[in-house]
């Protein structure tokens, strides 16, 4: 049975995952060197990222704590994921 802390993995007691809060910021948008309605900003993401394009090849090495964002072939955000 997986371990469960209130507040940790789950939405109880207000806190959000990091993945999800991520997601929200990114999902739709193109990451570029200013921030805008449509644009986030490279300068304002974690030290540890990785933009991956759609068909580039990734190494297999995880990374909690390395924020993994998937754009499409037009640039734009669609997953993103830690590891």
Do not use: Y
Not at 23 to 39: F, P
Not at 48 to 69: A, F, S, W
């Amino acid at each position: 049975m997986p371990l469960v802390v209130p507040g940790l993995m789950s939405k109880e007691g207000g806190a959000q995952d990091l993945t999800t809060q991520w997601t929200n910021k990114l999902a739709g948008k193109k990451i570029g060197d200013a921030s805008d309605e449509t644009t986030f900003a490279k300068k304002d993401l974690p030290k540890e990222h990785r933009i991956v394009k759609e068909g580039d090849m990734m190494t297999m090495d995880h990374k909690p704590d390395r924020l993994n964002i998937h754009t499409g072939e037009d640039g734009t955000v669609r997953k993103v994921t830690h590891g």
